[in-house]
């Protein structure tokens, strides 16, 4: 897939039923694409406001560092997650590789990182030549 050269860090939320905390799990993956667009949107009062979307393509192929593609309904049933990666709507994807600091959505946006939200994921994994996720958020 052409122009697949950014690395992210996918964070996916799991929440530990012991404890009731939400933990990240971070998974960088290379050779992603990373495509960003500002705009405005009129609010409730008729007025401006910022509004921007993050599209992100992962090819089927992207190197995820070892970890398997699993979707959202095998991660949560997943004693252990590892070794497995997911996309869903409310796990948030950073530019670049994350490795420590605060593994969190909030942590990422006051370290100032371009970062998204995840609000959709369309399966193109069959699409003939480029098969890939296609995953869109603010």
Known sequence: MRLCDETITVLNARHDPQSGDVAYIPTVIAGA?????????????????????????????????????????????????????????????????????????????????DCMTVLGVTDNRRAPGAPHWRVTGR
Do not use: H, K, M, Y
């Open 33 to 113: 694409s990373w495509f960003a667009e500002r705009a405005s949107a009129v609010d409730s009062r008729g007025g401006l406001e910022g509004a921007g979307q993050v599209r992100v393509r992962i090819p089927a192929d992207a190197d995820a560092g070892g970890r398997a593609w699993a979707d959202p309904a095998a991660w949560d049933r997943a004693a252990d997650v590892s070794g497995l990666w997911t996309l869903r709507g409310g796990d948030v994807i950073a530019r670049g590789a994350v490795n420590g600091g605060e593994l969190t959505p909030e942590g990422l946006r006051e370290a100032g990182l």
